[in-house]
């Protein structure tokens, strides 16, 4: 069974930075598309950002400009870089992958009913 672990949480104050990773463990696959997604507490599951097989990209218009999503295929890795972190990016993230084909059409990425594969969640805060 695959099983995607994130790793790479932690409390940072505001203007400061994170890296978040997620890699799978046990049985591999080839991965389609990739994401993250963020759950703040007594909110719904939120798209953040979404990378194609391809490298294609799409971010929500609240962490535009902030937050970078890459991936290293021969890996199955997906990273979020995240920058001029503020107190609203609070909230547990969760990285997913999709087991199909990867999409030509970039704002797919952001359907979550797309994404076979889900990591358990790593807890991001930022707080002075």
């Known amino acids: 069974q695959v099983q995607l672990v994130e790793s790479g949480g932690g409390l940072v104050q505001p203007g400061g930075s994170l890296r978040l990773s997620c890699a799978p463990s046990?049985?591999?696959?080839?991965?389609?598309?990739m994401a993250w997604f963020r759950q703040a507490p007594g909110k719904e599951r939120e798209f953040v950002a979404g990378?194609?097989?391809?490298?294609?990209?799409l971010y929500s218009e609240s962490v535009k400009g902030r937050l970078t999503i890459s991936r290293d295929n021969p890996k199955n890795t997906v990273y979020l870089q995240m920058d001029s972190l503020k107190s609203d990016d609070t909230a547990v993230y969760y990285c997913?992958?999709?087991?199909?084909?990867?999409?030509?059409?970039?704002?797919?990425?952001?359907?979550?009913?797309?994404?076979?594969?889900w990591g358990q969640g790593t807890q991001v805060t930022i707080s002075s």
């Open positions: 997913a992958a999709t087991s199909g084909p990867s999409t030509l059409i970039t704002s797919y990425l952001r359907n979550r009913n797309r994404y076979d594969y």
């Open positions: 046990g049985r591999t696959t080839n991965f389609g598309d």
């Open positions: 990378i194609a097989w391809s490298a294609g990209t």
